[in-house]
Structures are given as structure tokens and as C-alpha cells.
């Protein structure tokens, strides 16, 4: 059984950075592709960030620039490092693999 679990937010002043950890288990997480999404109140939930299993990276244009998706296969988990942030990244962001989803982990940006 899939498990995935995301952790490391918290609240940050605009223009702060915070890295987001998503650990999986259950799986073969190197020949897994990991996603990470939010969903801000009042929107439905959006991808912002992939990694394959040969490490191709993609970003959402809302993200690119400011934000870095990684992995590392040997601790089964992908990180999501979260630069330049403002208050319209104020989500929850969650984590995928292999249409698992983790609890959410919230990012509140605010003065």
C-alpha cells in the first residue's frame, strides 16, 4: 500500500523560502514520478511541480523560477524548495505518487 506523507510548512514572511519534504513508502519510489500540487482557498487543486523517475523536471509558469523540485531515491523522498514566496502562494500543498495523495501540508505567506 502506497503511503505518502508531506511535511515543512508553516507560516514565512513574503519574500522567505521554506522546503517541502514529501516521503513515500509502499513503493518503488525510484521508478516513481512525483507531483506536487496546491490548492488555495476557493480553487481547485494544481499541479505546480514534477520529477520523473530520470529526473525531468516541470514547472507551472506560476512557479518557475522560485520554486526547485528534487529527489533523492535513496531516503524515498522528493522535496519541493519553495523560494521568493509571496501571498498568493498560500496553500495547501500536497504530494503524489501513483494516484496516492498525502494528507497536505499548509503554507500560509503572510506580513
Known amino acids: 500500500q502506497v503511503r505518502v506523507v508531506e511535511s515543512g510548512g508553516g507560516l514565512v514572511r513574503p519574500g522567505g523560502s521554506l522546503r517541502l519534504s514529501c516521503t513515500v513508502s509502499?513503493?518503488?519510489?525510484?521508478?516513481?514520478?512525483i507531483s506536487w500540487y496546491r490548492q488555495a482557498p476557493g480553487k481547485e487543486r494544481e499541479l505546480i511541480s514534477l520529477?520523473?523517475?530520470?529526473?525531468?523536471?516541470w514547472y507551472a509558469d506560476s512557479v518557475k523560477g522560485r520554486f526547485r523540485i528534487s529527489r533523492d531515491n535513496d531516503a524515498d523522498t522528493a522535496y519541493l524548495q519553495m523560494n521568493s514566496l509571496a501571498p498568493e502562494d498560500t496553500a495547501v500543498y500536497y504530494c503524489n505518487c501513483r494516484k496516492t495523495w498525502g494528507q497536505g501540508t499548509q503554507v500560509t505567506v503572510s506580513s
Open positions: 520529477v520523473t523517475t530520470i529526473d525531468t523536471k
Open positions: 509502499g513503493v518503488s519510489f525510484g521508478n516513481s514520478e
